[in-house]
């Protein structure tokens, strides 16, 4: 299977940038990698509501087609592009989290995000804080309150904790560092390390940081 990177958080914390920054300096490592892009803004394409006003229906299309893009990429087939790590650019349970926070608790939608981790588990999962509290509309998909990102950041917190669910937590960063270097530094060493043991190998030390 895959090594599967999570990276969770309310939105407008850079995850979509991180995800994308980590394929590439993995791949730059000789190490195959993708990133799956969050299905948000193509259900925002579709015309279906997300953010505030997001529907039992678009949560759902959400939940699926970003599990449907997981499972496509986590197992090694003939005749398909073949990835050695995956990074998530969110992941079921902070997209279960939105759902939860507009339409209430929902069983088969829980059940469906918890089952998925366990069947296909993240190796490690990332938890990016709120840097900027202005909120850059970016191409319109995301929402600009800041009063619900830091309530979804809060609900995150909290559903993490409640199932259970370990993570770790990225640091804000210093002053000097506005492209959050220690981030990527993070993540590529902890993965690294992580695919030394897994595959009984060892990467050239100018691989990390």
């Known amino acids: 299977m895959v090594y599967k990177i999570g990276l ?3 939105h407008g914390t850079g995850k979509s940038t991180l995800a994308a920054l980590i394929a590439g300096l993995l791949k730059s490592r000789n190490i195959e990698a993708k990133y799956l892009e969050e299905v948000a803004t193509e259900a925002k394409e579709l015309g279906l509501p997300i953010n505030e006003q997001t ?7 959400i939940l699926h087609k970003h599990f449907c ?15 050695e790590v995956i990074t998530c650019d969110r992941i079921g349970f902070d997209n279960y989290c939105y759902l939860e926070r507009r339409l209430g608790r929902n069983e088969y939608a829980l059940n469906m995000v918890l089952e998925h981790a366990k069947l296909y588990p993240y190796n490690r999962i990332y938890f990016l ?8 509309s970016g191409s319109g998909v995301r929402s600009v309150n800041q009063e619900f990102q830091l309530e979804m950041e809060q609900n ?3 559903f993490l904790h409640e199932q259970k669910i370990d993570y770790i937590s990225l640091p804000i960063p210093a002053e000097n560092d506005p492209f959050r270097e220690e981030w ?5 060493n902890q993965t690294l390390e992580d695919l030394e043991a897994i595959k009984r190998i060892k990467f050239d030390k100018r691989y990390y940081f």
Not at 69 to 83: G, K
């Open 129 to 136: 804080p709120i840097i900027n509290p202005n909120i850059e």
């Open 184 to 188: 990527t530094k993070t993540i590529i």
């Open 156 to 158: 995150i917190h909290e």
């Open 55 to 61: 529907t039992l229906t678009a949560q759902l299309y």
């Open 8 to 10: 969770v958080s309310t």
């Open 69 to 83: 893009n997981e499972l496509v990429y986590s197992e090694n087939r003939t005749n398909h592009p073949n990835y």
